[in-house]
């Protein structure tokens, strides 16, 4: 197998609990923007949403053993980091600035379930 048969990562799934769904969707429809896709009918039975992200998908699946991921995250690529960071406080959300890449300007924020989620830019070289 060679890497040129892979294309793009089609969507990320984090877990979230049981009954978070409307908690879920004030973050990431109302707070970051994302707009709801409507599941599958054979897979909306089991709770949970789906987000349009730029070419990707976000998958929120309900876990009935829920542990946020603390650690884990998925990375996501935005035009205006320092605009959306600004907007997520203006919002309530404490963010958290990681200078430790000097080529990426990022930073981390925590969904209102406890997952992790890093938010990021590259620098522009001179």
């Known amino acids: 197998m060679t890497s ?3 294309e793009r990562i089609h969507h990320v799934q984090l877990a979230i609990p049981t009954g978070s769904e409307d908690l879920c969707r004030r973050f990431y429809c109302d707070v970051l923007g994302l707009l709801e896709i409507e599941k599958p009918e054979v897979l909306a039975r089991s709770g949970g949403l789906w987000l349009a992200l730029g070419m990707s998908e ?7 053993e829920f542990l946020p991921a603390k650690k884990a995250h998925p990375g996501i690529q935005v035009t205006d980091v320092v605009a959306l960071a600004d907007h997520l406080k203006a919002n309530g959300c404490e963010i958290e600035w990681d200078h430790a890449i000097p080529t990426l300007r990022r930073f981390y924020v925590f969904d209102f379930v ?3 989620l890093e938010f990021l830019q590259p620098v522009e070289q001179p």
């Open 4 to 6: 040129s048969i892979f």
């Open 58 to 64: 976000l998958h929120l699946g309900v876990e009935k």
């Open 114 to 116: 406890g997952n992790r």
